[in-house]
């Protein structure tokens, strides 16, 4: 038998522009989006379970998801666009090893 919940967080930061410039008799239209996340989550639970030879056990289960990091922006200027995005990830994932706990042994 298997239980496990995870909890995390994600952060998001968005920023916007839309404008137009005017100079003499030039005329520049423009849009700037931007947008940044990061995310990441922990998982706790525990695996219970009977080996023939030792007994009733129970297995504590830990693992983390690491923080992977996301940005996307999208510019115009006039007619002109241009997109991009990436991701990086900052921490990797892991999982702690414990060992099994024994209760009832024969």
Known sequence: MKAE??????LVLLATATGK?????????FDFEAKAQAEGYFSAGVNLGI????????KPVLSHSGIKVSYTYYAK??????????????????KANIDRKYYISK
């Open 5 to 10: 919940d995870r909890f995390g967080f994600k």
């Open 51 to 58: 080996d023939n030879n030792k007994g009733i056990y129970f």
């Open 77 to 94: 200027v006039n007619g002109y666009r241009r997109t991009s995005s990436d991701e990086a990830i900052i921490i990797k994932s892991g």
């Open 21 to 29: 410039l005017e100079k003499y008799f030039i005329s520049v239209d």
